[in-house]
């Protein structure tokens, strides 16, 4: 039997924003639609037919707090079940245009579009409408769980921790994430994904807009750490970029110089192929590990120029037939041609082309697990991550990739497929270090996010941050007969966490959905700045509930039908 040369981790990040009783198409309740039934569900079913072909599929799955919500939540699995009846129901008109047309090719692939359509809604009713709880039962959390998937959580509503004002802030978002998942999910995941893989460490601090400076700031893995999470993922070149702190020798740890990182790099200092223990304090050993993504093999994918998704053979996701929720019949055929002069799409050619790809991208695997151990002599680990919605929904083949790449993976007995958790279990993390400030983003930095377009709303955020947490601070919430009190502060933190998003300032940044992204976060502000006021009002008076204006009972009702989520807030979520 052959030795194992190391470990492959497939993580995928599953994420939307809220969107939940705010709009449909083309922005809103759509994208959560999409999303569900071109990646989750085709991700579960992956699973299950890896499962039945004796392929141990083992991914490391995301599902964002505010994901989770939505997808547990009856407005949306009735509105799922219509969106697929209205798909499938437009793939037969469809076929009638086609039939009248007298094109019996297009007329074949909208009969494609009919069995699939109708197939999700079967498997969405077979696991009784529920997914987080399809992912639940398919984890190796769960007891009695298939060992199938390591479900990893993120804070509350994605919001970008290193730019947030205080660190109670970044602790309430961790907080309301870690309870969302463990309640929903019926257990505490302790991997965590960094909303945009963005990290801080901690030091001096000034924020992006002038509001001046702050002395120190707690990193973000110990914010993390204090909440239970052992694991984050993080760029490549946050660890490429890192400072050697400690080291395991002789069965004790070892402060070491920030040089040994250059020095002795064939002890696997600074590689993505290695987990490392993260500490910016100084002041001692790791508080969680971090694994960063090994850029080589995710270009293999995610490159526009050369990634797999680009190729000619696979469904073109821009054209689609018909003006509003139009159905898709042609294929990219080059990344260079006009969408007027795309072919259309023959499923039967995608075969071999995935067939290709995957065993290209194995092979790059077993090759970079190979030049670590030759160069280290150790064990590594290739670390894979991606959104998860490019898997089916970006890129319509994409599920049937990985279920590829999980069959072949796990017939190179060389390679141990495996969870993150899982590879922490078998692996002695060994060197403790301090990173840079960075993210995933455009050149690595935060400029996605804070930026000429978009820095206004972090002048408003951080006036909502300052007053909401000066207001618990002096308001009697704690006592006894300020149950109302409390309530209405509840409230204004709900907001103030979907305000806190940082899919707003990214659609805006990106010139993807600008109106929408500015409308859903002052409807944030707009409320938080509402209920705060009717808060201190009722702080003034207790009686005051008694005579609200009818806005203000309006405003109050708009946000509880709006905003559906989070159902139990805890303003202790952000005691320091």
Not at 334 to 363: I, M, R, W
Request: include cysteine; hydrophobic fraction near 35%; charge should be negative.
């Amino acid at each position: 039997m052959s030795e194992s040369i190391g470990s492959f981790c497939l993580v995928l990040h599953g994420h939307l924003p809220y969107v939940l009783r705010h709009g449909t198409w083309p922005h809103g309740e759509d994208w959560l639609y999409e999303a569900a039934a071109e990646t989750y569900l085709p991700i579960l079913a992956m699973l299950d037919e890896c499962a039945f072909l004796n392929g141990n599929p083992k991914i490391t799955m995301g599902l964002t707090p505010v994901l989770l919500e939505q997808l547990s939540h009856e407005h949306f699995k009735k509105g799922f079940e219509h969106y697929l009846n209205d798909r499938a129901e437009k793939a037969r008109e469809d076929q009638a245009e086609f039939k009248a047309m007298d094109n019996g090719h297009l007329l074949y692939l909208a009969q494609r579009w009919e069995t699939f359509y109708t197939g999700l809604l079967a498997q969405f009713q077979d696991i009784d409408r529920d997914i987080p709880k399809a992912f639940a039962d398919r984890s190796n959390q769960k007891e009695g769980g298939k060992g199938y998937v390591e479900l990893i959580t993120s804070n509350a509503t994605h919001g970008y921790m290193p730019l947030l004002f205080e660190d109670a802030s970044i602790r309430a978002q961790i907080r309301a994430g870690v309870a969302s998942s463990e309640r929903i999910l019926g257990f505490k995941p302790t991997g965590m994904w960094l909303p945009e893989c963005a990290y801080r460490p901690g030091g001096p601090w000034t924020p992006p807009i002038n509001w001046g400076h702050k002395d120190y700031r707690v990193g973000i893995e110990h914010l993390v750490a204090d909440e239970g999470i052992t694991h984050f993922f993080v760029e490549n070149h946050l660890i490429e970029g890192c400072k050697s702190e400690y080291v395991f020798d002789n069965d004790e740890w070892h402060k070491v110089g920030w040089e040994d990182a250059e020095k002795y790099a064939n002890r696997g200092w600074r590689s993505v192929n290695e987990a490392h223990w993260v500490n910016s304090d100084g002041t001692g050993l790791g508080r969680a590990i971090a694994f960063a993504r090994d850029q080589v093999a995710c270009e293999q994918v995610w490159s526009g120029d050369f990634g797999y998704p680009a190729s000619g053979e696979y469904l073109e996701f821009h054209k689609a037939w018909g003006p509003k929720r139009g159905l898709r019949y042609w294929k990219i055929t080059g990344n260079k041609v006009d969408l007027g002069d795309k072919h259309l799409y023959y499923p039967q050619d995608t075969e071999a082309k995935l067939h290709q790809h995957a065993s290209h991208f194995c092979d790059m695997i077993k090759q970079r697990l190979y030049a670590y151990k030759e160069q280290t002599g150790k064990k590594g680990v290739v670390v894979c991550t991606f959104d998860a919605e490019l898997y089916g929904h970006w890129w319509f083949e994409g599920p049937q990739f990985l279920r590829d790449v999980m069959l072949s993976l796990n017939a190179i007995p060389e390679i141990d497929v495996v969870t993150t958790s899982e590879y922490l279990d078998s692996t002695f993390t060994d060197k403790v270090v301090s990173m840079p400030e960075g993210s995933w983003g455009e050149e690595g930095d935060h400029r996605v996010w804070t930026n000429d377009q978009v820095n206004w709303m972090w002048d408003i955020l951080y006036r909502c941050e300052t007053n909401f947490g000066r207001s618990l601070n002096e308001m009697p919430w704690r006592e006894k007969g300020s149950e109302k009190l409390r309530e209405l502060l509840e409230k204004a933190g709900r907001q103030l966490l979907l305000m806190q998003a940082s899919d707003w300032p990214f659609v805006i940044r990106r010139g993807q959905a600008v109106d929408y992204g500015i409308k859903r976060f002052m409807q944030n502000v707009t409320r938080f700045e509402t209920i705060m006021d009717i808060a201190e009002k009722v702080q003034a008076d207790s009686a005051y509930l008694g005579g609200l204006t009818e806005v203000e009972k309006h405003e109050i009702a708009d946000a509880d039908i709006h905003d559906v989520i989070f159902p139990e807030i805890d303003l202790e979520w952000w005691n320091m």
